[in-house]
């Protein structure tokens, strides 16, 4: 089992997409749900219990969690110093990764560090000076050895060309990343969709910079012999040349990735705090291996693309914070990004045939944290 680890709620950013738009949101409850407004800030039991949980799962997997989990760097020493799971990631605006001690840092097996493109993008949603200081500590890490995955993971919306973006990202001069994930903003507020322009957005920008991006991909698969790690592309392309057609909510949220709130309960995933209808026991005393799954409902259970998307987050799934039209527009560019894959196929699958090619260069490791559909 995967487990995200929150540390904390709260956080040393305020971005555009996040604290930007809970503010426009502070009206907006969730309907019919029963929701904890009052866990502990910090992560408030004792992680004995927590290495005690790992103890039950030879599968074992912890992703330090905020809010910025690097608000805690107490606790993540602790945890690390006394919790043995196979292994630990963490997801993290990247801002304070110098004050852990690389011998720390070494550890992760995969960092997904949170950069949106280039300076000027990633200063426009996440404030002015934040590209460079995650930058010099991506660096920072990499001079001190760190050598896991690190994955830049983008969040997008109308201000992002995707295309020039993930380029940017895989060939620019500062710092390369090989892996790239990006996770559109949309359905997770109440009033946004109105005053966006999502759908204009969608159609004119994002779609065809997948399309477009997609091409790049196995045009540099082409030239290079090796397989970049743009997840969103490199999970759908591993079920289409693997013949996968039943695919499960590919976040893994609610079925092998859990979440662990700050007061010790476990939750389908970290958005989904505080929602006591989906609480699913406390570490102190659940098997991991016998948590209950949860699985999506209607509209996914009868979509003609079910088997190859997964479904739709659970969070937005429970919450229906969108209308149905807004939702149905961010299903059309799922479908548009599974057909952008689709069409790329033959040529992946003559260049495993011309042997340049492994059809295993297409693993990777699942529900890390990228989940894949955006
Ligand atoms: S495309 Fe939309 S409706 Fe279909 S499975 Fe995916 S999220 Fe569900
Ligand atoms: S896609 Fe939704 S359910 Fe899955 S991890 Fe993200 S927020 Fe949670």
């Not at 993540?76 to 605006?93: A, G, S, W, Y």
């Not at 020039?164 to 090989?178: A, D, G, I, P, Y």
């Not at 088997?307 to 299903?331: E, F, H, I, K, P």
Request: neutral net charge; glycine residues 8%; hydrophobic residues 35%.
């Amino acid at each position: 089992m995967f487990f995200h680890v929150v540390l904390t709620t709260e956080c040393n950013l305020q971005c555009r997409y996040c604290f930007g738009e809970a503010l426009e949101d502070f009206d907006e409850d969730f309907a019919g749900l029963n929701v904890d407004y009052a866990l502990p800030k910090k992560a408030d039991y004792d992680f004995a219990l927590l290495a005690k949980l790992c103890r039950r799962d030879p599968d074992c997997v912890l992703t330090f969690y905020g809010g910025e989990p690097l608000l805690c760097i107490d606790e993540i020493r602790q945890i690390m110093d006394t919790v043995k799971p196979r292994h630990f990631l963490i997801q993290t605006n990247g801002l304070l990764l110098d004050r852990l001690p690389a011998e720390y840092v070494n550890r992760f097996h995969t960092i997904l560090v949170s950069v949106d493109g280039d300076e000027a993008l990633t200063d426009y949603y996440r404030g002015k000076g934040t590209f460079r200081k995650v930058i010099n500590n991506m660096k920072l890490i990499t001079r001190n050895g760190f050598s896991g995955e690190l994955i830049a993971r983008m969040t997008v919306m109308e201000q992002t060309d995707i295309y020039k973006q993930v380029r940017w990202l895989l060939e620019n001069k500062e710092f390369t990343f090989s892996s790239v994930h990006w996770q559109l903003n949309a359905g997770f507020w109440g009033n946004d969709y109105q005053r966006r322009d999502f759908k204009h957005w969608s159609e004119t920008s994002y779609v065809p910079g997948i399309e477009r991006l997609a091409r790049f991909w196995v045009d540099q698969m082409q030239t290079r012999g090796t397989v970049q790690k743009l997840y969103p592309f490199l999970g759908i392309a591993n079920s289409l040349l693997n013949g996968e057609r039943n695919s499960q909510l590919r976040c893994g949220g609610g079925w092998i990735n859990y979440a662990i709130q700050t007061d010790g309960k476990i939750i389908p995933c970290p958005t989904m705090w505080g929602m006591k209808d989906y609480y699913l026991g406390h570490i102190k005393d659940t098997n991991p291996l016998e948590l209950r799954k949860l699985s999506v409902t209607e509209p996914c259970s009868g979509c003609d693309i079910m088997g190859v998307c997964g479904g739709r987050c659970l969070y937005a799934n429970v919450t229906n914070r969108w209308s149905r039209d807004a939702y149905a527009q961010v299903c059309s560019t799922v479908r548009r990004l599974v057909k952008a894959v689709e069409a790329e196929v033959p040529r992946i699958k003559q260049l495993i045939n011309d042997g340049k090619l492994r059809l295993s260069d297409f693993e990777f490791v699942k529900y890390n944290g990228c989940e894949i559909i955006p």
